[in-house]
């Protein structure tokens, strides 16, 4: 008899791992400050990202075709620009250039890579909107 174990016990095992982790790891890795950190998380989420999003859906409702689209975009962008943003705002901030692991302009950065997000979704839109009039033209 097999034994099958479900993927809310497999998350809870996982988290629980990284919450004994974060604690016998407390010198380095300031569990305070993670909880911190995760509550302010956890109100962007909340306050900011979700109601935008939301607010997105009902703004393009009457655009059948491009609302999936617009709507993935905004979920990218909201995902990655409030982690990106967390990380552009540190490197900044920090007195001493080597504390960033990295070298490298994070808001120039964040900017490309959201601007990416943003066109590869109007670009699928399009794609989708031409390849309806071909085969509309065809059929």
Known sequence: MRTRISLGALGIGVAAYGAWLLLDHAARTKPLLFVVWLAG??????????PTIEGVGR?????????????????????IGSVGLV???????AHDPALTLLQQDYARNLAVLLGL????SAASYAGGRLRGRITRRRG
């Open 117 to 120: 997000v943003v066109l590869v």
């Open 41 to 50: 998380a956890v109100v962007v989420h909340d306050f900011v990202i979700a």
């Open 59 to 79: 703004l393009i409702a009457r655009v059948p075709l491009a609302r999936g689209h617009i709507q993935a975009a905004a979920v990218a962008v909201g995902l």
């Open 87 to 93: 990380i552009a705002c540190r490197a900044q901030s």
